[in-house]
């Protein structure tokens, strides 16, 4: 005769509900750096720090709502089928936000790397950086309807002068100098720690209306007399 085992109690880590919540955590957090990483235009950290948390309830949330969580609940019901161990089943639920929190955080790497901002500029400009030109700083916006970008740039004048035909930018007019009012302080904020900078050289590009390839914004090109320390403002 034979005696049926009690089931043991199931620990707080192993319910459905603590690992579906753990899933969404993960791929809030992924969301919140992420953001909190690219976002270098802003104001101030704790500007930085309210953007990470908006894009982590919101772009965390749809990942785990049509991401992580649909794969997580199919992979559940595998395991259980399997009849995996309970243990096991937590465990490897939480794979699906595992790979898209790597993913996401990959990608921002990548993206923030020399090599990635130089990427970034020819999408955002239409023309690589000259192969010489040192790549001191860049700084983004927060994406979506904000894709303004910061780059500055050290290099010789030929380099520049290189770089003004290869966009076809032209001398700034007055009144157009006003919507690179923040670009110019940021730059000159930044390369006035090492020497003071004054912005004598101002060029502008914009798309043409009809435009269907990017880029679809407007950029200014920034620099001193002697064109070996520059800056380029793209609003997109």
């Known amino acids: 005769m034979t005696t049926n085992q009690p ?19 993960v791929c809030a957090s992924a969301a919140g750096i992420s953001m909190f990483l690219r976002f270098t235009l802003a104001d101030s950290y704790a500007q930085r720090i309210e953007a990470g948390i908006f894009s982590a309830f919101v772009f965390g949330g749809l990942a785990f709502v049509f991401f992580a969580g649909p794969i997580q609940a199919l992979l559940i019901l595998i395991l259980r089928l399997l009849k995996t161990p309970l243990r096991w089943r937590s465990l490897c639920s939480q794979i699906p936000a595992l790979i898209f929190f790597f993913y996401v955080l990959s990608s ?11 990427k970034w500029f020819e999408q955002a400009v239409g023309v690589p950086l000259p192969s010489n030109a040192n790549l001191v700083l860049a700084q983004h916006g927060l994406g979506l309807q904000d894709r303004r970008g910061l780059w500055l740039l050290e290099g010789e004048p030929s380099d520049f002068d290189r ?60 620099a001193e ?5 520059w800056a380029v403002w793209v609003m997109d």
């Not at 993206?111 to 901002?117: D, H, K, N, R, V």
């Open 7 to 25: 089931n043991p109690p199931i620990r707080w880590f192993e319910r459905i509900w603590v690992g579906f919540f753990c899933s969404f955590l």
């Open 108 to 118: 921002s790497m990548t993206a923030l790397s020399p090599s990635g901002e130089r």
């Open 163 to 222: 770089l003004v035909i290869a966009r076809g930018w032209a001398l700034n007019d007055d009144e157009l100098i006003q919507m690179a009012d923040q670009g110019i302080r940021r730059a000159r904020e930044i390369f006035s720690k090492s020497a003071p900078w004054h912005p004598d050289l101002i060029y502008f590009w914009e798309a043409n209306k009809d435009a269907v390839k990017g880029p679809l914004g407007m950029s200014y090109l920034f």
């Open 225 to 229: 007399k002697n064109r070996k320390r």
